[in-house]
């Protein structure tokens, strides 16, 4: 449920010069099929999560991941682009319901280490979905059209339609529900956004998000155009960075319940704010390669002790009404994605100086939340 976002973000991205000759449709247009997503994606979050605190998490899940099925049939089909433009935003809409209700089924069923030990293991699948995606989109196209790509899409999907109906019960029984209706909606938004230790989680792992989203928007241009590394090589260098990512939260996984998240947190993030700083310092000095790769390649790393932890944290503090939080949580995320992605263009400077500025925010929303000596609500 949570890899489905990244696969239907990248899977596609090979074939959209593809999906431009053969609909009739300007680069522009054709860009519009991913920012539909991406708006389906925050929208259904904020919809779907705090529905499901008054609903339950089960039929709403299924809701959506059918809804998902029906758009990826329906960008199959797709006759113009303004067709495949509304089937992506439906699926968007409805693989929201995924990655929001499998953050809040965790909250509802673990506490402590446990819940640490499976949001790093939600980081490690989204650090390998991305590097898998276009590969795997790159080799479908070499058997059929991009129609084929979103038949793959399609089988992922019922896979999970399939899942979800056997392997995944309710987690929210009718007891733990609220009531009230949006009245009561908008209550418990105000009431996670008054909650100072949750928005400074939060805050924590948006930023660091933030921050992993201006490398992956910018190094395609800063290591094959400023750097000169060929597009084999450049390959490599995202996938040993995806790897440190991946490896770091897979070994955080393990330190819960040895080493306290708050301190793992902490000096992971002050680990990315010097990293960043340096990465800064290398690029202002003249960039060279191994330097820029080498400092990129920690801060990936840093990224996974970071993530995973504060999005934990941040869910621990809204247990009554998980939904609500992991939906203002996945909507801060991909908001801040989006907001620094035109940021970057094609400037190491840039790069690292937004680099910087988000990691040095993390860290300061941190720092804060641990100012703060009122109990945690739960």
Known sequence: MTAIAPLATDMYLPALPDVAAELGATASSVQLTLTGFLVGLALGQLVIGPLSDAWGRRRLLLAGTVLCLVASVACVAAPTIGVLVVARFLQGFGGAAGIVLSRAMIVDRTTGDRT?????????????????????????????????????????????????LVAV???????????????????????????????????????AFATMFTYISG????????????????????????????????????????????????????????????????VLAGPSVWPVLV????????????MGNASALASGEVRDIAGTGSALLGA?????????????????????????????????TQLAVGRIRVPATV
């Open 116 to 164: 640490v030990r499976l949001f790093s293991l939600m980081m490690a699948i989204n650090g390998i979905a991305p590097v898998v995606a276009p590969l795997v989109g790159s080799s479908l196209l070499g058997v059929g059209t991009w129609r084929v790509i979103f038949v793959a899409l399609g089988v992922l999907t019922l896979l999970m339609v399939v899942g979800a």
């Open 169 to 207: 019960p309710e987690t929210l029984p009718p007891e733990r529900r609220v009531r009230g209706g949006l009245r009561r909606t908008a209550h418990d938004v105000r009431s996670a956004l008054t909650r100072r230790r949750y928005v400074g989680y939060t805050f924590a792992f948006g930023c």
């Open 219 to 282: 190094s395609p241009f800063v290591l094959q155009d400023a750097l000169g590394l060929s597009s084999g090589a450049y390959a490599l260098a995202f996938g040993a960075n995806a790897a440190g990512l991946i490896g770091a939260s897979i070994v955080n996984g393990q330190l819960a319940g040895r080493a306290d998240p708050r301190r793992v947190l902490t000096i992971a993030t002050s680990a990315l704010v010097l990293l960043s700083v340096t990465l800064l310092g290398i």
């Open 295 to 306: 400092v990129l390649f920690l801060a990936l790393t840093s990224l996974g002790f970071i």
């Open 332 to 364: 801060l995320q991909f908001a801040l994605g989006a907001l620094v992605s035109p940021l970057v263009g094609s400037s190491p400077l840039v790069m690292a100086v937004v680099m910087v500025v988000a990691s040095v925010i993390s860290l300061g």
